[in-house]
């Protein structure tokens, strides 16, 4: 059965502290791997990692892929109070229709 | 562009009402998805539709049903209500190229008394 474990499910840290979320998977037929961002409404797309693009960066975030190990971490430095969010990590899964398979979630807050 | 929008943004139900929710894109997407999302449990596909007239269950369908009669429309259908079914609802879209970035709207909080 295909599934995907993140942890910690939540972190309490202060402004300026770097932060590791951790996102294990194991997904029949690995493909990529995908982490989004929810603020208090939709989820907002990141990153994605594949086989071939297996680090990604985008200012204060930075995500890097495992494929033997079957982990990505997305590290956040310098955290501000707006870094604060449900940061969701996500494989596919069913075939060929692009359906994915979330994990639960870690929830971050930043206090000032 | 409005992207992905989501018709009621909250609403109340008793057990044993109906209701439906619209998801409406903008986009030209091909592939639209619902999701429930409840506490601890991350979000969770409940039917998806690879095109107009097109729709499969996911991973909790039971419940549910869709229609897409639309390109850009894809309706979620509660016959039934029950407390169960208590939860944040989303809609996504994706366009066929892009295999697996879905873009997601601003949900539906559904309470179910």
């Known amino acids: 059965e295909d599934k995907v474990v993140q942890s910690p499910l939540s972190l309490v840290v202060h402004e300026g502290d770097t932060v590791t979320l951790n996102c294990s998977y194991e997904?029949?037929?690995?493909?990529?791997l995908l982490w989004y961002k929810q603020e208090k409404k939709a989820p907002t797309f990141l990153f994605m990692l594949?086989?071939?693009?297996i680090e990604k960066k985008s200012g204060r975030l930075s995500s890097i892929l495992d494929k033997k190990e079957l982990f990505s971490i997305l590290n956040i430095t310098a955290t501000q109070t707006g870094d604060s969010a449900i940061y969701l990590c996500?494989?596919?899964?069913?075939?060929?229709?692009?359906?994915?398979?979330f994990g639960k979630g870690t929830k971050l807050s930043v206090k000032p | 562009n409005a992207g992905v929008t989501q018709t009621p943004k909250f609403r109340v139900l008793k057990t044993g009402q109906s209701m439906t929710l619209l998801c409406a894109q903008d986009?030209?997407?091909?592939?639209m998805y619902w999701y429930r999302q409840d506490p601890g449990m991350g979000l969770r596909l409940i039917h998806y539709?690879?095109?107009?007239?097109?729709?499969a269950k996911g991973e909790v369908p039971d419940g549910y049903n869709v229609s897409r009669l639309k390109k850009q429309n894809f309706l979620l259908g509660l016959e039934s209500a029950a407390p169960s079914q208590t939860s944040v609802y989303f809609c996504?879209?994706?366009?066929?190229?892009?295999?697996?970035?879905?873009?997601f709207g601003p949900g539906t909080r559904l309470t179910v008394t």
């Open positions: 996500a494989g596919p899964y069913g075939g060929s229709q692009g359906n994915l398979i």
């Open positions: 539709s690879v095109g107009e007239g097109t729709t």
């Open positions: 997904v029949t037929n690995f493909r990529s």
């Open positions: 986009m030209n997407h091909e592939y």
């Open positions: 594949t086989s071939s693009g």
């Open positions: 996504a879209s994706r366009r066929l190229a892009e295999l697996y970035e879905q873009y």
